[in-house]
């Protein structure tokens, strides 16, 4: 299969060429500027390998997004939520957690105002990001 042609580096300025968004040398720095700004240092011990396994365990009990059920729709949960985040004091206690797909993930928080709707949401399964 043909490859994609590559595009320029979406850092200012830099004209080199690249197959992802970033030139290599700046999506290191990139990268870098987000864990060290845009992070909330402590994200990396609330999403650790306990959350990995309450998580597995979760979806495994609740294997559908809980509100589109509710509206009658079957789609596979793509996302653990927290109803009351971490952040705000809220636990990994199964009473306060929602099996949801990306869809209804993103709307919840955009409802909340902690996302945009259009932002891309990840899972915390190995595929982790944000």
Not at 107 to 122: D, F, L, P
């Amino acid at each position: 299969m043909p490859r994609m042609p590559k595009k320029p580096c979406s850092y200012p300025g830099c004209p080199r060429l690249t197959g992802g968004t970033y030139c290599e040398e700046h999506g290191k720095l990139v990268s870098q500027q987000y864990e060290q700004n845009g992070r909330d240092a402590k994200h990396g011990k609330r999403y650790g390998r306990n959350w990995q396994s309450i998580r597995r365990a979760y979806v495994q009990a609740h294997p559908l997004c809980e509100r589109c059920m509710k509206a009658g729709r079957y789609v596979k949960v793509e996302e653990v939520h927290h109803i009351k985040p971490l952040a705000d004091g809220g636990t990994n206690d199964e009473s306060n957690l929602m099996s949801l797909c990306r869809k209804c993930h993103a709307e919840i928080h955009a409802e909340m105002g902690t996302r945009s709707h259009n932002e891309t949401v990840y899972s915390y399964d190995g595929n982790h990001h944000a």
